[in-house]
Every structure is written in C-alpha cells, then in structure tokens.
C-alpha cells in the first residue's frame, strides 16, 4: 500500500484552458495498492480536473502530440515518460505547443 | 516542383528504416548527461539522442538565434526592425532573444535598433471589450519591461487602410553585394566617433488607442460573412499582415520580424499548398520575403522547434500571453490549418524526422523571378507576385495602372490570386446558413450587391477605388 502523494500539477501554451483557465493546482493523490505513475495519473487528472474535450488533452493512454511534459523542470522522456514513479513533492508540468492551445 | 518534398517525406518510406527506429526509440537507453558538456545532468532532448543539460541549451538557444541573423545578413547595422509579437510562446521568445542579443557586449552584440507591434485580434475572435483590455494591459508590461518602443494596434485598424498597402514601394534600389560590409563600416564609425548609441530608445510608446465603437461589428461581420474555419484563418492571417506590413511602413521600419518556428512553417507549408498557395511557398515561408518592396518580413525563429521554443520559455521563464485564437478548442478537422496541423504532430511524435524533413525543402522552391515581369502583377488581397499570370493583371505600379485599368464590368476576383478568390467566394456563397445570415446583414439586396457590399465597404477598402471607378 503506498501513501498518499502530493504533487503540483501546472499547466501552460493554452492546455490550461481545458481546466477552466486554471494554471495550478496543488493535488493529492490518494493511497492505492500500486505506486503511482505518470500513466495513472492522467488517467487521475483526465477524471478529476479535466473540464471538458478530454480528446484535446489526452490520446490512448498518452498526452495528445503537441503538449510536452515536464517532470521536476525536465523533459519527461528522460524520466521514462508514462513509467516514470511519482515522488510526494513532484512537479508536473504540461504545456501545449499547439496554435491556439 | 513538390517532388522532392514528397520523397523526402518519411510516409513513404514506413516500411525498414524506421521500424527498427522505433523500436530503438521504444527500449530507451537516453543517456540521463548532458552531450555538450558530458557532466551535468540532462533537463532536455532536442532531438533523439540529443540530451541537453540547462546551461547548454541556453547557449545552443542563443548562438542559434545570432547564427541566424549573421549567415543571413539581412538586417544592416543600425536599421530599425519592428518584432511582431502576438503574446505567443514563439514570438515572445524572438523578443527576448533579441533583447538578449542588445545586452551583449563587444562584437556579438546585435547593432539593429528594434520596436515592437502587437496585433489585437479580440474583436476578430470574438473577445469581449474587457478581456480585450486585460491581454493588452498584460502584454504592455511585458513591452515595457524591454524599453523598446511599442504600438499597439486593434485589428479594425485594418479597414481603414489607405489602398496602397499592397502596392509594393519601390525598394531601395537593389543593394550590391558589399553592401553589408560597407554598411557596418559606416556604422561602427559613426558609433566610436559620436557616444550617443543608435539602440537609445525613444520614450515612445503608443497604448491600446481606443477602437472606434462601429469599426468592431464591421469586423465582426466581415469576419461571420465567412463561412468555413478554412477561410476565416485565411482571411484573419492575411488582414493581419496587411495592418503588420501598414505599421511597419508608417512607423518607419525597413523590415518586419515575424516569430514562426519550424513547427508552424512545417504545417503552414502543407496546409498552404492545399490552399492553392503552392506558388507562394517559397514566399511564405523562407527566410526573408520582399513581396512589399520596402518592408521586408524576415522570420528569424525558423530554425527552432516548438518544443526547443516552449522548454526555453519555461526554463528560463520568458514571458507570454497566451489570447484564444479562432481553433482554440477547435474539435481536429474543423478546418484545413488545424487539420494539417494535428497530421503534422502526430506524425512527428511517432518519426521525429518529419518537421525538419518539411522543412528543409523550403531553400529548394523555386524564388520566382523579379526581373521577368515589369511591372509585375499582384493578387489585390495577399499581394502575391504571380509569375505566369495565373490570375487576371493588376499592376502594381501607379502610371502602368492607369493603362491597365479594369473594364467597369470586370469581376473584382479576377484580380485575385487563386487562393484569395477561393476565400472571397467562401464569403458570398450561398449556403442555407450564410443566406440567413446575409439576408439580416443585407436585407432586399441582390446576391451580386451584396458580393460587391462585401468587398467594397467590409472586406477590402482597397477594392474600394476598383468598384466605385
């Protein structure tokens, strides 16, 4: 059983309107028997925060091409992307480079 | 012409290559060091394998902007250079660039003297006078926080343009080839013999001036008498480079900076050519483009990627203003742009060769010939030089008009250049929609008055001299 994880989400380049215009949010993530990953928690935000047109956010069980992630001001493909395990304190950033956001 | 592009293009060649890349790129062994300096930890991968750590990706960033300038040697010491800044990611990061680029010292240092425009498209994309108000109160303190002087300018502007915008002034005179070596000599003369520096701003700035109330429902309708996202873009795109080329000519600037990346020029180039733009590309999306004789558009950001672009922005936070354009939220095929756009992406994201591919066959489009036509004939809307007379003649040049003059009954589209006709019939077709539409903005008019209503009062002032004669 792993513990509760608090993490920082932001989101930046237009994705944020997807969240009411909202850029930060400061989440906790609830316990569950498996360590959380960044593939968990997308899923997590995409039932949580998202506000509306999920497809403009997420594709599969990846972010849509186009919005790039940052783990802890780091390109996530460094971090092993969707496999990366969140830390408690993480900083997650997304931000969308497509025109218009 | 679009040969090479194709065959470059990795589409075609799905089947060996790149399947074992991928599978590569699947199993990642990325290297977690930086490749440059090979001892701090890495924070970005620009391309596969390439893992930059902070600092030297701030140094790659910034040697690439100046390499750019410097191969190109466009932009004379000295000459005034106005930056279009859209509140974007891409063309802030050009301002800051530049900004950088004043700071240095010694012989790195930039010598041109820079302003900055800032379109305001709010009442174009439907943005509430307040909103409006707020996005510039916040990109003004951004503007002012450079020093340089700025304007900006509402959009609705544009429909009191005088109808020379698009008449090319003569530039001047064709520069030879030492032009530019002659002309840092000069500058750096004038420079140690008198102190006063040339980047010394003038405490010049022009705020939001307020919009005239009925220029904006003029805007507003123009732009609803469009039916398709295609056209609307289009029409939008292009009214703002008129209102871009019109205050760089009044203000005195000799050329015009644009912040394209290699990800938009990738896309635009695509979705240009199913536009019937094709002649134009080589135009629209190089480096330097002199389609206005005396302002020429010069896009310095188009050897960065988007992604370079927006993890600059946020490591070494550069500000920007994102504004809701008209795709924002735009469900994936809601118009061509968008669409080439996510095909683009996507496709990016599985073959990470695909932009610089796209991109790269930009130098190889034929520059059409300035010499072979004088004078040369351009669309009335975009302004493209046509070079085998696609589209009926105007002439750009004043006294070769008066013998060219239209007949009284010609048609206002024969003046246009293939895509702009495909945009202007868009705004006059007759769909169950628009007729509705129409018929409230034009009641008991004929379909033919309301085309030249069109035309005449809100689309172009510059066709106004046209259809009155």
Not at chain 2, 439 to 461: D, G, M, N
Request: charged share 20%; aromatic share 8%.
């Amino acid at each position: 059983m792993a513990a509760p994880v608090a993490i920082h989400l932001e989101f930046g380049g237009g994705a944020e309107l997807l969240f009411n215009g909202v850029k930060e949010h400061h989440v906790t993530l609830p316990s569950q028997s498996e360590p959380w990953d960044v593939k968990q928690l997308l899923v997590w935000i995409q039932r949580n925060l998202l506000k509306e047109r999920p497809e403009l956010f997420v594709q599969g069980d990846s972010v849509r091409p186009g919005i790039l992630v940052l783990i802890n001001d780091a390109d996530w493909e460094l971090m092993g992307e969707l496999d990366y395990r969140l830390q408690d304190q993480d900083n997650i950033v997304f931000i969308s480079t497509l025109h218009g956001g | 012409r679009y040969l090479s592009l194709l065959a470059g293009f990795p589409m075609c060649q799905v089947d060996e290559d790149y399947h074992d890349e991928l599978e590569r790129a699947g199993a990642p062994s990325v290297s977690k060091q930086c490749v440059k300096c090979k001892e701090a930890t890495a924070a970005v991968v620009i391309r596969v394998g390439d893992t930059f750590c902070r600092g030297c990706f701030k140094e790659y960033f910034i040697h690439k902007f100046r390499a750019m300038l410097g191969k190109n040697r466009i932009i004379f010491p000295g000459e005034k250079v106005l930056l279009a800044v859209s509140g974007g990611p891409s063309s802030c990061s050009m301002l800051s660039q530049v900004q950088e680029g004043l700071s240095q010292n010694a012989h790195k240092k930039l010598r041109f003297s820079p302003g900055i425009v800032f379109i305001d498209e709010g009442g174009a994309v439907g943005q509430s006078a307040e909103e409006r108000r707020r996005t510039a109160a916040e990109l003004e303190a951004v503007f002012k926080a450079t020093g340089f002087p700025f304007h900006i300018v509402p959009l609705e502007k544009v429909l009191d343009l005088p109808s020379k915008v698009l008449m090319a002034a003569p530039s001047p005179s064709e520069q030879p080839a030492g032009a530019y070596k002659t002309a840092v000599g000069h500058f750096l003369q004038s420079s140690s013999s008198s102190s006063s520096c040339v980047t010394q701003q003038e405490e010049k700035e022009s705020s939001l001036p307020d919009v005239q109330e009925s220029s904006t429902p003029l805007l507003q309708r123009l732009m609803a008498s469009v039916e398709t996202l295609t056209a609307r873009e289009d029409l939008l795109s292009t009214l703002r480079q008129h209102l871009l080329v019109h205050t760089a000519r009044s203000e005195g600037y000799s050329k015009l900076m644009l912040g394209d990346s290699c990800t938009r020029l990738a896309v635009k180039l695509l979705s240009s050519i199913s536009l019937g733009r094709g002649a134009q590309l080589a135009q629209d999306t190089g480096f330097s483009d002199s389609r206005f004789g005396d302002v020429t558009l010069v896009r310095p950001m188009r050897d960065y990627s988007a992604k370079e672009i927006a993890f600059y922005n946020r490591l070494f936070s550069v500000p920007s203003v994102s504004i809701p354009s008209l795709d924002t939220k735009a469900p994936e095929k809601a118009s061509i742009q968008r669409l080439t756009e996510s095909f683009v992406i996507k496709l990016q994201a599985d073959f990470p060769s695909t932009v610089s591919t796209i991109y790269r066959s930009v130098p190889n489009l034929p520059e059409l010939n300035r010499t072979f036509y004088n004078p040369r004939p351009c669309c009335s809307v975009c302004a493209y030089t046509s070079f085998n007379g696609v589209f009926w003649v105007r002439t750009c040049d004043e006294q070769a008009a008066v013998r060219y003059r239209a007949p009284e009954t010609a048609d206002v589209r024969t003046l246009l250049c293939y895509s702009c006709q495909l945009t202007i019939k868009d705004m006059v077709s007759q769909s169950p929609c628009t007729a509705a539409g129409s018929a409230l903005l034009f009641p008991k008019s004929t379909q033919e008055e309301k085309r030249k209503h069109v035309l005449v009062q809100v689309c172009c002032p510059l066709f106004r001299e046209l259809v009155e004669k």
